[in-house]
């Protein structure tokens, strides 16, 4: 069992930074595939970003590539998302996931997610 929990939503301005976390429970977090999905009101819930249990393998939704950041720390047992030049489309409510299976980029193949944090862009 994991237990997800996100932090660092807000209101930012276009063309600014925002990092969100997701603090993980548990002890098995490195075995985890992470990641980030997206649902802005009227539409599915969309992927962002995820991250093998290494850390060692990334990817991006071509929307954010070069924009946007996924990094794990084991330490901390901590998932990140910078958002770097955010863009007003970008506004949508943020989930972190959690896989236990093979590296997805289909929420379908999450087993875990948080509450969500909303993330508002303004121009």
């Known amino acids: 069992q994991v237990h997800l929990v996100e932090s660092g939503g807000g209101l930012v301005q276009s063309g600014g930074s925002l990092t969100l976390s997701c603090a993980a429970s548990?002890?098995?977090?490195?075995?985890?595939?992470m990641g980030w999905f997206r649902q802005a009101p009227g539409k599915e819930r969309a992927f962002v970003a995820a991250?093998?249990?290494?850390?060692?393998?990334?990817s991006y939704a071509d929307s954010v590539k070069g924009r946007f950041t996924i990094f794990r720390n084991y330490a901390s047992n901590t998932v990140y998302q910078q958002m770097n030049s955010p863009k007003r489309e970008d506004t949508a409510f943020y989930y972190c996931?959690?896989?236990?299976?093979?590296?997805?980029?289909?929420?379908?193949?999450?087993?875990?997610w948080g509450q969500g944090t909303q993330v508002t862009v303004s121009s």
């Open positions: 996931e959690a896989d236990r299976g093979a590296y997805s980029e289909y929420t379908r193949d999450y087993d875990y």
């Open positions: 991250i093998s249990g290494s850390g060692r393998g990334t």
């Open positions: 548990g002890r098995t977090f490195g075995t985890y595939v």
